[in-house]
Nanobody, 124 residues
Framework: QVQLVESGGGLVPTGGSLSVSCAAS????????MGWFRQAPGKEREFVAA????????RYADSVKGRFTFSRDNAKNTVYLQMNSLKREDTAVYYC?????????????????WGQGTQVTVSS
């Protein structure tokens, strides 16, 4: 069973950049479609970005489109979320998620493997 571990969260000023990673252990991510979700205090978990197993297809929430980039390195069993031009409303716990599949998936219920989350805080 693949396990996911996020890293790279932290405190960043408004307008700054941050990259978070999600590494897999116990198996290979090469057949996994992956996603990033986030949950801010008092809010429901929301979709951020998705990527197909090959990395050829990505999808983004409108709120992050043009600012965030989702990529993957299957050889390293790791996916990355590069976040630029960060806003205060990007503050949340960021979770990576995975599932075996050929496409991309934007609903959290479509994923069966989750990391523990990493906190991203954007300060004013």
């Amino acid at each position: 069973q693949v396990q996911l571990v996020e890293s790279g969260g932290g405190l960043v000023p408004t307008g700054g950049s941050l990259s978070v990673s999600c590494a897999a252990s116990g198996g290979t991510l090469s057949r996994y479609a992956m996603g990033w979700f986030r949950q801010a205090p008092g809010k429901e978990r929301e979709f951020v970005a998705a990527i197909s197993w090959s990395g050829h297809t990505t999808r983004y929430a409108d709120s992050v489109k043009g600012r965030f980039t989702f990529s993957r390195d299957n050889a390293k069993n790791t996916v990355y979320l590069q976040m630029n031009s960060l806003k205060r409303e990007d503050t949340a716990v960021y979770y990576c998620a995975g599932r075996v599949g050929l496409g991309y998936y934007v609903k959290d219920g479509e994923y069966d493997t989750w990391g523990q989350g990493t906190q991203v805080t954007v300060s004013s």
